[in-house]
């Protein structure tokens, strides 16, 4: 019996409409899915290879075996082999006149060749026939044919003819030419820019099908350029209406639901146009609120259809009442037991809640529990809108949430991602320093490697400047927290390369600040690292430079300096080290060890990362002995500009200066090419009236080679030098490169002598320059947390009043004391440091789940103080251990409180009736790759229910 | 848009794969590879959806259904809409099984030509063409006889109802 269902079943194949396959064919397909290893498979396809290739090459094929050599190339291709050998069998094909064959040549043809391949110029003409042919089943060929193959260059060849069938009388070819002409559109716009009118004029088409098909094109368009369409939204929004109100023929229906696909792209385009337009958004009203109405909500394609008109209400300017229903239609998703409707109630939500911030308030239980969802989809969209919701009343608990996530995931790409996020979130809210390090550390210590070495340099810098205000108290206080935390930390194995650079740093600079800790303690923990970490070179030259910040430090205060012998063997060992950068440092570090306290202590001042280094651009201590000198008879100095047609001598330079060069207009002709350009760059920093340094530089004077030769000794900026020779007042400024220690008055320890890896870069990076990247994180921030508030100023007085009436303190607390870093923006809102006096510990363990959720969506009306306290717990100055496991606690409980809500699912794994009897059925599939019986009779039978 | 249509059985064999724009066959292999990983790590009664930044670039997504045997994958981009996605896969699906009278993987695998016939009338260039399963039908059945008519060289009667028992 099953015997005879299978010959049906192939007769049955053979028979519809010629797609039959020989049986060498089918034998292929067969034992490829009996195959029980890649390798297998691999060898089977090789053999399959050579007979084609052997095939090909006899005279005289029959068509209709050629034909099925054909499919054999695509089928081989598909399982990823080379099939380039056939190509030009397939091209052929395509020259054949009959539709089977040619239909077959095109397929191969749009599989195998891309837009630039050679072979393609061999088809474009037979493109070109077709495209002319009586046969409406050529002309779709060739237009599907087009889509792949064309390229920019044989775009005009074949536009005339696309062109002119978009008035074919078929409506499928005038869909198929206006879907070309699309293609074309988005492949060179240049190309086929002065046929755009052709696209309106199709809108207006007799058949639906067409005009639905322009609305792609549309789409694209508007969507480049939305002023130029303004014009149609009430075409658009009249055919929606006709649309919904079931203008089209029957035969547009699907699942009772009138040509949703129409709907979907129609409403896709009205958010676009409507998008910060009153009189356009006006006219979208009414039919959005039809639709809220007739949607179907019981069909995937009506939720489809919902979820398109929430998208198209956040996007226009809002309307209340709409804003009502689209909530409404989004609790509808977030309650359902489908995960589909789920994840686009939680998208919906997200889009809705930069409109109006308390609707995710009603929504906090359902939130929570895609956020325990087992479906990862899910989770991360959850921690989308989170991410989109965080405030500083929020940010401890959402930003854990994501850690703890970050921990259990092993994607690379999205934990990078999270990463990233949760350092955004945690530097723009953190309510303390100290729960910015712990958090800091957290991502260090499980996604180092991934996130960016900015961050790094932010913590660092955090951790030196403090607090930013002159409480020297808590700025202490914080670093020995930090400390504190790292040593834990440290000997814990296989810790990322960058948070190891941090930690070495940290120590380096404040391991022994106040003496909690002696300096043979701290520097052998530093020899471990560099140690442990022996192949990681930036590691140890952190590490090298930190025990040399360590043993200054030491020697300035004059203790004796006993240095251990691991690190005494370690100093020797760098001495001979293949690295030039960590030799140098160990040297350095082995001459410091010989000086005596008051030299240690200019070289290398205690705390004096932040410190501004003063650069003497003028040089002015030089003054003397340049007067000297001329007087002596030396020949002034010329500037380098002068001097450029004749010498080389910027090599250092070229080195030393990682500057970019400024894009300032020139009005010279352009010298010889050189290295870089240094006097350019530094007026980055510093204004320099250019004009008159122009004039300057133009006067002719005599070529030095004397200063030429001091020029290459002392590696001095020449230019800049030269500009400002005879005033005497240098201006002080914020030295933008620590490699010019020559011309320090006094390197401070972030920038002693020589770079200090990446710290220095950060740590002594001038403020200025800072501070002239601050726009552009800014709008950013500003954007989202304005999104989040509903307008930075009047909200945060909001919220503070509801975390318990602080609103008088609001003067103080805008400082950014509370700012980690200088946070560009008064939109950073402080105000849970408010809560540093307010009690205490012991409610933590009490506290109820639900207050926490809360705390966590803030409920910033309805909320009696409590959230308020307990997110004040968090941020104030407690010890680290206490905040951590009290908020540890919480989410326990949190947990387990949504466990409850879990079982529903659990009960719906087990529904569906005959999932057994399918699984083994798919069993038996499984196990033959192929199933070659005839039916199954489970497939798809949820297909037509 | 619409940036590729796979199927793939529950082995990670490809059974079709179609995509919108030109890829070298060795990242073709490597994407089919990689969404395969991901669909086969999905537990069961999870959402249909993925995002899938990983594989496709920035903003793709991908909407996956499993039937019986099989995966029926479309990735796209921003400009779709999931749900409607998911009604696309319906809509392929329906029309097949019109198309083969209960169809099978094994369906699919034979009638390769057939089968990218009928996808070229629902999806055309990377954007959805036709949603309604009797239309496609139409069109394919238009193509089929025309084809059978312009072929002069009838079938072999195929002598295949050994094969299985091999």
Known sequence: MEQLKTIGRELAMGSQGGFGQSKEFLDLVKSIGEARSKAEEDRIVLSEIEILKRRLLEPDIPKRKMKEYIIRLVYIEMLGHDASFGYIHAVKMTHDDNLLLKRTGYLAVTLFLNEDHDLIILIVNTIQKDLRSDNFLVVCAALNAICRLINEETIPAVLPQVVDLLNHQKEAVRKKAIMALHRFHRKSPSSVSHLISNFRKRLCDNDPGVMGATLCPLFDLISEDVTSYKDLVSSFVSILKQVTERRLPKSYDYHQMPAPFIQIKLLKIMALLGSGDKSASEIMYMVLGDLFRKCDSSTNIGNAILYECIRCISCILPSPKLLEAAAEAISKFLKSDSHNLKYMGIDGLGRLIKISPDIAEQHQLAVIDCLEDPDDTLKRKTFELLYKMTKSSNVEVIVDRMIDYMISINDNHYKTEIASRCVELAEQFAPSNQWFIQTMNKVFEHAGDLVNIKVAHNLMRLIAEGFGEDDDDADSKLRLSAVESYLKIISEPKLPSLFLQVISWVLGEYGTADGKYSASYISGKLCDVADAYSSDETVKGYAVSALMKIYAFEIASGRKVDVLPECQSLIEELLASHSTDLQQRAYELQALLALDARAVESIIPLDASCEDIEVDKDLSFLNGYIQQAIESGAQPYVSERERSGMFETTDYHSQDHHEVPSHALRFEAYELPKPSVPQQASTELVPVPEPSYYSESHQPIPTSLVSERDSSEIKLRLDGVKQKWGRPNYQPTASSSQNTPSITQQAPNGTATHSDGGVGSSSSKPRSSYESKKPEVDPEKQRLAASLFGGSSSSRSDRKSSSGGHKPAKGTSNKPATIPRENPTPVQPPPDLLDFGEPTATSVTTIDPFKELEGLLDSSSSQDGGSADVMGLYSDGAPVTTTTTSVDSLLSELSDSSKGNSRTYQSQTSKGPNSKEALEKDALVRQMGVNPTSQNPTLFKDLLG | ?166
């Open chain 2, 1 to 166: 848009m619409i940036k590729a249509v796979m199927m793939m059985n529950t082995q990670g064999k490809p059974r079709l794969a179609k995509f919108y724009d030109f890829l070298p066959v060795e990242k073709q292999q490597e994407l089919i590879r990689g969404v395969f990983s991901v669909l086969c790590s999905r537990p069961e009664n999870v959402s249909n959806f993925l995002e899938i930044d990983s594989l496709f670039g920035p903003d793709s997504r991908l909407v996956y259904k499993h039937y019986a045997t099989l995966y029926f994958v479309l990735v796209f981009d921003g400009s779709e809409n999931e749900l409607a996605m998911l009604d696309l896969i319906q809509v392929l699906v329906e029309t097949l099984d019109k198309c083969f009278s209960n169809v099978c993987e094994l369906d699919i695998v034979f009638n390769y030509s057939k089968m990218h016939a009928v996808l070229d009338e629902i999806v055309f260039g990377g954007q959805v063409l036709e949603t309604s399963s009797a239309e496609v039908m139409k069109a394919v059945e238009e193509i089929s006889k025309l084809e059978a008519a312009s072929n002069a060289i009838s079938l072999v009667p195929k002598s295949v109802s050994g094969w299985r028992g091999r």
